[in-house]
């Protein structure tokens, strides 16, 4: 017998060999339905693979992201499957499942290519494969076996990749007449699969190398429902419709050039304006909370980041140190404001009085990315954090914890993401020797993120092993307005820089202490939180944010010194507004700039002239009635307060 041990440390015995969907089938025949694969010790595991020995199991379902990882692994098989039997001969080269659904890279013979065309015959494949319910089995057989096996059967990408493996025994993977090297784990069987959706296919190099074959990357996406299905496609639909690169271009915020270099944004003038209000608005709060602004060099000495162990870490992928012309002097574009911050706490000696120290720069970093991960301003090369350093004694983590939490709800408030939550990465609950820092100091710090987020009422929910070897984190995730969690501000406590960097104080023992230093950037970057924000709202931004907050429409050019007249009056109140006066037809002005998504359109003629009014239409709400210029200012005004004026500060 061996003994089995669940998530919540219950124990059961079972007979050795026993697999991980008979456990299931003990819990609960119906939950043994809703497992797709399971985890034995620290290893991903299928539910039919025997279990040799006692250990820890977890159970994913296709609500978890091993649950779904191992789904669309399983599908990216199943596309293999239905390709090869509609393409004899073709080659395959790796399949893996990504964040949404799997792609195979595959090379048709006699140099076909997969076109958009045959998309539904392969989908009606898939599926009819998938009915079949075949087996997904694995086998573990000597590496000589297996290469045999694929050179007989001219897979030579395969072939490749199984020569580099280390010698003993490969696993492979089976389902009808086709089987792929792999490490696994699957789904038992292709049942579960219920609707398949080839998305779209793209040229990619064998191993991203331009000087090895082209393949056909062939993307898709299956559902254990076909309503699942529906709805994502739907939901791609809508996506593309607020994709953030689409409106940046409309709303003239930002752009990129391929001669300045890609992922290199510049931000327009109205996109500039937009930024430099949210810097303005959060500065201003971290004023009442007592941060200092600093600024640093966008360069820093490559032996900076020796000492902070950037370079050993990252240095290889990061962009290559700057020769200076004398000999043997290195600099690096600034990946992190971090060092430069340490070294500014270094400037002074430093009491224990003096702490916290809160150091706020909007700091511009520059990081590598690979040019096909680029992507909008949510995956760019050069982007300016939010960033703070907080240098504080151990027994101050949690007051500041719950002054950042405070900051962050102020800032969600403001720009209306209602649902969010934070994950508290921990540490993990065993092997405590991987992380830097005093056992006492590591409980302190876990002890008061979880006590912060309670205080402060915020839904947390704690992973254990997530924490970094340098110190435990909290992390925000918003959701958006179409249901998508994207990830912005991060807390994260450190006891390695001020370690590396040999930072102190006194204590009030007179003795020398080091400091905790906490990292905290609530938007991220402005980058990724101007992306982030207009995906949410469509474009369709807060008043108190929106570059222009007013377009004023004069019916014909007859009325223009007067739209003239009321963008003055407004502007007096600090009021964004301009006058679309170019000679077009006034429905033509309105369309155009409900395109632009201005919050509110004046229109403008004989009447409004006569009356000193101005006839209001709010974005998305039409016909607003009229009303003199001086009570259409006020509302203005008073709208933006309602919208930035908190009461928790
Ligand atoms: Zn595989
Ligand atoms: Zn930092």
């Known amino acids: 017998m061996i003994k089995i041990t669940f998530p919540d440390q219950s124990v059961r015995e079972y007979e050795d060999g026993v697999t991980p969907l008979q456990v299931a089938e003990s819990i609960s025949p119906r939950f043994a339905q809703d497992v797709l694969v399971a985890k034995v010790g620290d290893e991903m595991w299928d539910l039919t693979r025997p279990i040799a020995g006692d250990a820890n199991i977890n159970f994913y379902k296709w609500d978890s992201e091993e649950g779904k990882h191992a789904f669309w692994h399983s599908s990216a098989h199943l596309l293999a499957e239905a390709l090869q039997e509609l393409y004899p001969g073709i080659q395959f080269g790796i399949g893996p499942a990504i964040e949404n ?49 694929f050179a007989a059967k001219g897979q030579t990408f395969k072939c490749e990749l199984i020569s580099e493996l280390e010698d003993g ?33 793209a040229g990619a190099f064998w191993r ?14 299956t559902f254990p429902k076909a309503s699942m299905l529906d709805e994502y496609l739907k939901l791609m639909e809508e996506a593309k419709k607020r994709d953030h690169r689409k409106l940046g271009k409309e709303m003239e915020l930002f752009a990129f050039s391929q001669n300045v270099g890609q992922g290199l944004p510049l931000w327009l003038p109205k996109g500039a304006a937009l930024r430099m209000r949210l810097q303005e608005y959060l500065t201003q ?17 490559k032996n900076l980041y020796v000492t902070s162990g950037h370079w050993a870490k990252y240095g290889k992928d990061s962009f290559q140190p700057i020769a200076t012309p004398e000999e043997g002097e290195f600099y690096m574009l600034k990946p992190m404001n971090c060092p430069h911050h340490c070294e500014i706490y270094k400037t002074s000696p430093r009491s224990y009085r003096d702490l916290p120290l809160r150091l706020a720069e909007f700091g511009t970093v520059y990081r590598y990315e690979q040019s096909g991960e680029l992507h909008g301003l949510t995956r760019v090369r050069s982007f300016t954090q939010d960033d703070a350093h907080l240098f504080c004694r151990p027994d101050q983590v949690k007051e500041e914890f719950l002054k950042i939490i405070d900051i962050i709800m102020i800032i969600f408030k403001a720009l209306d993401f209602k649902e969010f939550e934070a994950q508290i990465s921990l540490r993990d609950k065993v092997n405590r ?9 590591w409980q302190k710090a876990e002890q008061a993120i979880i006590d912060a987020c309670q205080e402060k009422g915020l839904p947390a929910h704690v992973e254990y092993g997530e924490a970094a070897f340098y110190g435990p984190k ?28 040999q930072l102190e104080y006194t ?9 905790v230093m906490i990292h905290r950037a609530p938007f991220g970057s402005m980058e990724r939180f101007v992306a982030v924000l207009l995906e949410n709202t469509a474009g369709k931004l807060p008043l108190w944010l929106a570059p222009d907050q ?12 007067y739209a003239y007249e009321v963008k003055n009056s407004l502007e007096r109140q600090e009021i964004r507004a301009y006058v679309d006066d170019r000679n077009e037809k006034i429905g033509r002005k309105i369309r155009d700039n409900e395109m632009k998504k201005v919050p509110y359109m004046l229109i403008v003629g004989e009447k409004e002239q006569a009356e000193r009014m101005v006839s209001i239409r709010k974005q998305g709400a039409g016909d607003g009635g009229s009303m003199s210029i001086d009570d259409f200012a006020t509302m203005i005004v008073n709208e933006v307060k309602s919208q930035i004026e908190h009461s928790s500060y």
């Open 101 to 149: 659904g799997f792609y195979y890279d595959v090379v048709p013979a006699n140099g076909e290519n997969i076109k958009e065309s045959d998309f539904p015959k392969i989908e009606k494949k898939m599926l009819e494969l998938a009915r079949e319910k075949q087996a997904i089995v694995r086998r573990d057989v000597p590496k000589a076996e297996v290469l045999k096996e």
């Open 169 to 201: 025994h490969i696993s492979t993977y089976t389902q009808g007449s086709f089987t792929d090297l792999c490490r696994g784990p699957h789904i038992p069987t292709t049942a579960p699969i219920k609707a398949c959706k080839v998305l779209s296919v």
């Open 208 to 221: 991203g190398n331009d000087k090895n074959p082209q393949m056909n990357r062939v993307y898709g996406i």
């Open 285 to 301: 709060i971290q004023k009442r909370y007592g941060y200092v602004q600093v600024i640093t060099p966008h360069i820093g000495n």
């Open 433 to 441: 020797e991987k992380y830097i820092g005093s056992e006492e100091n």
């Open 474 to 501: 909290l992390d925000f995730m918003v959701k958006d307005a179409i249901g998508r969690r994207w990830q912005l501000g991060t807390i994260q406590v450190d006891y390695n820089l001020p370690e590396r960097f």
């Open 507 to 515: 204590g009030a023992d007179n003795q020398k202490h080091r400091p």
């Open 550 to 561: 007013v377009a004023i429409l004069p019916i014909s050019e007859r009325f223009n010194d």
